[in-house]
C-alpha cells in the first residue's frame, strides 16, 4: 500500500466532495472512510485511477452518512449527482484547500490545527507537539473547529498570514523525519509564491530552500542525528542554498522584514559559513534580536541564548537562558550544552540525561543520551 499516495491525493478528493455540495466535515468523514477501504481493497485489487476510485468511494460514504441523518433530509436529492467512476481531472487542489481551512469563521490558531489534520495528514499527538499543548487541549481545539465549519460553505476563504502558519508547521513536522511532509510544504509554497507577490511568501519558501538544502547530511548512517557544527557541508545542497539566498535577498530588499525573512536569515548564515567555526554569530544573534521583536517567541528567545553563547561565551549564553522558563521544551538541553561549552562536564552530563528523558521523539532522546554517554566516559578517563 503507497501511504504517501494516499496522503497526496486526500487534499483533492476532499476539494471535489466540498465542490459537489459535502461541508468540509462530513467530506473529511467521508474521505477517511475511502481511505480504510482503499487500505483494505487495493492491496488484491488496485485501481487503475486512484482518485477516481477515492471520489466515487468517498462521496458514496457521504451519501449513505446524509441520508441516515434527519437533520440533512434535505441532502438527498444529490443522489442522483453521483459522479459515475472514471478519470477524475487532474487538477492539483491542494493549495486552494489551504486557503478553504483558513476560514474566517475559524481563529488562527484552530484553522492551523484543522488544516494540519486534513490536509497535512498530522495526527493529533504531531500538531499538539508542534503547538506545545497537551494532546487532549489539541484535540477539543480540533473537535471545535470542526464544529464551527460544519454546514458553512466555503465562500469566503482565509488570509495569506494562517496559510503561510500552516505551510511553516507542516514542512517542519516533515522535517522531523517522522512524516515526510517537507517536499510537499515546499511544493505547495512554491504555488503560492508564483500566485502571490508577498515578501513573507518568499521569506517562508528561502527558509525552507536552506533548511532542506541540509537534510541529506542532518542523520548518520545509521539514523542518528548530526548536530550541525558536525554535519559534513560537502553534502548540503549547494543548488538549494543559492535558490533559497537569491529568493532571500530580494525579500529583504524590499523593506518589509517578517518573521520567516528573519528566520531564512539566520538560515543563510549558517549556510555561508564555510565551515562552524566560521559562523558570523554576531550577526546571528542581531537576527534572533529582530525575530524577538517580531514574535515574541519563547522559542526564539531560547535559540537566542545558545547563539550568544557561540558569540560573547557560554557563561553570557547561561546567563540569557538563566531569565527564561525551565519549563520551555529544550531548554534542559539548551543548558546541557552550554555548561559544556564552559567546561562544567559533570552538569553536562547530568542535563543531557534529564534532557534526553523530556526529547520528544525518539531520535532526539538517543542523541542526547549519547551526549551524556559521551561525557561521562571522558570524565572517567
Not at 488484491?44 to 477515492?54: E, G, Y
Amino acid at each position: 500500500m503507497n501511504e504517501a499516495l494516499l496522503r497526496s491525493l486526500t487534499p483533492s478528493v476532499i476539494t471535489v466532495l466540498v465542490r459537489r455540495g459535502a461541508d468540509f466535515a462530513a467530506a473529511e468523514d467521508a474521505v477517511q472512510d475511502a481511505l480504510v477501504e482503499a487500505v483494505r481493497v487495493w492491496p488484491a485489487d488496485p485501481p487503475r485511477d486512484p482518485k477516481a476510485w477515492l471520489v466515487t468511494v468517498a462521496w458514496r460514504r457521504f451519501l449513505d452518512a446524509t441520508r441516515s441523518d434527519a437533520a440533512r433530509r434535505r441532502r438527498e436529492d444529490l443522489v442522483d449527482q453521483e459522479p459515475e467512476p472514471g478519470a477524475a481531472p487532474a487538477v492539483d487542489d491542494t493549495l486552494q484547500l489551504y486557503f478553504l481551512c483558513a476560514h474566517p469563521s475559524l481563529t488562527p490558531s484552530s484553522a492551523v490545527a484543522l488544516t494540519l489534520r486534513a490536509v497535512g495528514g498530522l495526527t493529533t499527538r504531531q500538531i499538539a507537539q508542534a503547538y506545545l499543548v497537551p494532546e487532549a487541549t489539541m484535540a477539543q481545539r480540533i473537535s471545535r473547529a470542526k464544529r464551527t465549519v460544519s454546514g458553512v460553505r466555503f465562500d469566503r476563504p482565509g488570509d495569506v498570514a494562517t496559510v503561510l502558519r500552516v505551510l511553516y508547521l507542516v514542512f517542519n513536522e516533515g522535517y522531523s523525519g517522522d512524516v515526510d511532509l517537507a517536499a510537499e510544504a515546499i511544493r505547495i509554497t512554491r504555488q503560492l509564491a508564483a500566485r502571490i507577490d508577498h515578501p513573507e511568501v518568499a521569506g517562508l519558501l528561502a527558509l525552507m530552500l536552506l533548511h532542506h538544502a541540509r537534510r541529506a547530511a542532518r542523520t548518520a548512517p545509521d539514523g542518528s542525528l548530526v548536530p550541525l557544527a558536525e554535519q559534513d557541508r560537502g553534502r548540503w545542497d549547494t543548488r538549494l542554498i543559492a535558490e533559497g539566498v537569491g529568493i532571500l535577498q530580494a525579500a529583504l530588499a524590499r523593506d518589509r522584514l517578517g518573521e520567516f525573512q528573519a528566520q531564512a536569515a539566520v538560515a543563510a548564515l549558517h549556510a555561508d559559513a564555510p565551515t562552524a567555526e566560521e559562523t558570523d554569530w554576531v550577526q546571528i544573534v542581531e537576527w534572533y534580536d529582530e525575530l524577538a521583536r517580531l514574535t515574541d517567541s519563547p522559542v526564539v528567545r531560547l535559540n537566542r541564548t545558545v547563539a550568544v553563547g557561540e558569540a560573547d561565551g557560554p557563561r553570557a549564553g547561561l546567563a540569557a537562558l538563566a531569565a527564561l522558563d525551565p519549563a520551555l521544551p529544550r531548554h534542559t538541553a539548551a543548558a546541557a550544552y552550554l555548561h559544556e561549552r564552559d567546561g562544567d562536564l559533570t552538569t553536562a552530563a547530568r542535563l543531557y540525561a534529564e534532557a534526553a528523558r523530556k526529547a520528544p521523539d525518539l531520535a532526539e532522546r538517543d542523541h542526547l543520551t549519547r551526549q551524556a554517554a559521551r561525557l561521562n566516559a571522558k570524565r572517567s578517563r
